[in-house]
């Protein structure tokens, strides 16, 4: 059983100029949290002049989900070395489940995104979602897997920190900390959803398709089902 709790749609941006902070979004690992925390923070030193050529980048164009190497190629390396970089990634059986909630729950108030939730609400049922193409190769609407949002072409990461989930508010210290930015207020729970377990919903032949595709973050990063 599940139940979302609504959030009212803000536009935000992978850049916070004040902050002189990119956060690349990797879509159901706690962004609508970190992006509200992040541009509440403030700079430990002012950069007028950083921040106003980074401000110049946050446009409708921008993707919240854009991955580093994209936003790289827009704003170029001198301005991209003057940040700190965050990316997040999650528990992949946990995120998939989130990510599945998300289009029976949410995806639908998105026009552009309403057939692709119509046929994820088709498949009737969790094992079919991970089987099929949303569940085999995208995170939401996106595709891709988590790494391909933080490291280059050749495999080195693209930002300065890669926080997780499971240790959020601890890994933001830290992350605040290397980016000279300081907190001023605690990391808020915005955008979640109320459901059972991840585990649940997990058979052995799904639990395997998932640690397969998912290899990589779950070796790096110690995650277990």
């Known amino acids: 059983m599940t139940g979302s709790i609504a959030m009212p749609f803000k536009r935000v941006y992978p850049i916070k100029p004040e902050q002189r902070v990119i956060f690349i979004h990797i879509p159901k690992c706690g962004g609508t949290s970190v992006h509200d925390f992040l541009e509440a923070s403030a700079p430990l030193r002012q950069k007028p002049s950083t921040a106003a050529q980074l401000s110049q980048y946050c446009e409708h164009r921008l993707h919240k989900h854009i991955k580093a190497r994209d936003l790289y190629a827009i704003v170029g390396s001198d301005l991209w070395e003057s940040t700190g970089r965050l990316a997040v990634v999650r528990n ?11 289009w029976l729950e949410k995806a639908h108030r998105f026009s552009s995104l309403r057939n692709d939730a119509f046929e994820v609400a088709k498949f009737g049922d969790f094992s ?12 939401n609407e996106c ?9 280059d072409e050749k495999g080195a990461d693209m930002v300065t920190s890669v926080a997780r989930f499971e240790t959020l508010e601890e890994d933001l210290a830290l992350f605040c900390e290397k980016a000279e930015i300081i907190p001023q207020k605690a990391l808020p729970r915005l955008n979640f959803t109320v459901r059972t377990g991840y585990r649940d919903y997990y058979n052995t032949e799904t639990r395997n398709i998932v640690a397969k595709r998912f290899t990589y973050v779950i070796d790096r990063f110690g995650y277990g089902f």
């Open 128 to 139: 079919s979602f991970i089987m099929s193409e949303y569940g085999g190769n995208r995170i």
């Open 143 to 151: 595709d891709g897997n988590p790494q391909d949002w933080f490291m």
């Open 92 to 102: 992949p059986w946990d995120l998939m489940v989130s990510s599945y909630c998300w």
